[in-house]
């Protein structure tokens, strides 16, 4: 069964967070450290928490494996990617991990 790693980074008042940075640097530095486990991944801009309602995120990271085994395999080698959060983010991520079932 698919697992997938999640990461939101939560809007919380005085943290900031910069989207060029994450998505052309930091992604790269993901998938140069765990890229080879990875099936897919999937990179969402928080617009909004609903109609009329501001995002309650800045943004969520999906990272989808093939298996238990394969995400082991990343989370065995992502001290860089979770090290370099600090260049484009001060709010502090939330990490969900799960079995994809849908």
Do not use: R
């Not at 990179?43 to 085994?69: E, M, N």
């Amino acid at each position: 069964m698919s697992h997938s790693l999640q990461v939101l980074y939560p809007i919380i008042e005085s943290t900031n967070f910069n989207y060029d940075y994450f998505l052309g640097k930091h992604m790269a530095i993901v998938g140069e450290n765990i890229g080879e486990y990875m099936e897919s991944s999937v990179v969402t801009k928080g617009i909004a928490g609903g109609p009329d309602v501001p995002a309650l995120y800045y943004g969520i990271s999906t990272l989808v494996f093939k298996d238990k085994s394969a995400l082991d395999g990343a989370l065995s080698k992502i001290e860089k990617p979770v090290a370099n959060i600090a260049n484009f983010t001060n709010t502090k991520p939330i990490m969900l991990i799960g079995e994809v079932v849908g």
